[in-house]
Antibody
Framework: QVTLRESGPALVKPTQTLTLTCTFS??????????VSWIRQPPGKALEWLAL???????YYSTSLKTRLTISKDTSKNQVVLTVTNMDPVDTATYYC????????????WGQGTLVTVSS | QSVLTQPPSVSGAPGQRVTISCTGS?????????VHWYQQLPGTAPKLLIY???NRPSGIPDRFSGSKSGTSASLAISGLQAEDEADYYC???????????FGGGTKLTVL
């Protein structure tokens, strides 16, 4: 059974850096084709794709947020980490991690999400 | 503003059929990238509903169907049930953005 779970701070201050961890089970990011992505959803708004890392450690970022995002993986811990620098209140959202199995381009399994509020 | 365009809301009575459209462009749906659909029940994470334009994952009822043509796609839900009340999102890949893109979401209300 594939599961993913997001963890991180519920509250960050403006200008701070957010670090989120996705801990997963049921698959390995060292296996060919496996990818983990981050997606966010502001309250009452639409989903927005942020970043993806694949089994070969290739990384892909949203064009609009590329300068602020860093995605990395720790295969031994079954974890993917996303950092977002210079947080702003507009970054308040539920952050999800999800799996993709290449060459598919859809998210077949999602975590429950973690709400991050940006406020002073 | 989302890259893929969906109607904000649709509604239907129990037992009826509704469709939700998803319009893209030549850099995503029109570039032959598949369209996928997710269902998000209130307060929960999105769940894969349709993949590869028209395929249902295991456990998804055949009341849900998808299609794609040109730069657009559609999700149809027949035999509406109260439990179908949710937000629905389409998703594809965009080669000019080199990334995954979503629609703005459609809220389905079962009257």
């Amino acid at each position: 059974q594939v599961t993913l779970r997001e963890s991180g701070p519920a509250l960050v201050k403006p200008t701070q850096t957010l670090t989120l961890t996705c801990t997963f089970s049921g698959f390995s990011l060292s296996n060919n084709g496996m990818c983990v992505s981050w997606i966010r959803q502001p309250p009452g708004k639409a989903l927005e794709w942020l970043a993806l890392i694949d089994w070969d450690d290739d990384k892909y970022y949203s064009t609009s947020l590329k300068t602020r995002l860093t995605i990395s993986k720790d295969t031994s811990k079954n974890q993917v980490v996303l950092t977002v620098t210079n947080m702003d209140p507009v970054d308040t959202a539920t952050y999800y991690c999800a799996r993709i199995r290449h060459p598919n381009r859809y998210f077949d399994t999602w975590g429950q999400g973690t709400l991050v509020t940006v406020s002073s | 503003q989302s890259v893929l365009t969906q109607p904000p809301s649709v509604s239907g009575a129990p037992g009826q059929r509704v469709t939700i459209s998803c319009t893209g462009s030549s850099s995503n749906i029109g570039a032959h990238y598949d369209v996928h659909w997710y269902q998000q029940l209130p307060g929960t994470a999105p769940k894969l509903l349709i993949y590869g334009n028209s395929n249902r994952p295991s456990g998804i009822p055949d009341r849900f169907s998808g299609s794609k043509s040109g730069t657009s796609a559609s999700l149809a839900i027949s035999g509406l049930q109260a439990e179908d009340e949710a937000d629905y999102y389409c998703q594809s890949y965009d080669n000019s953005l080199s990334g995954w893109v979503f629609g703005g979401g459609t809220k389905l209300t079962v009257l």
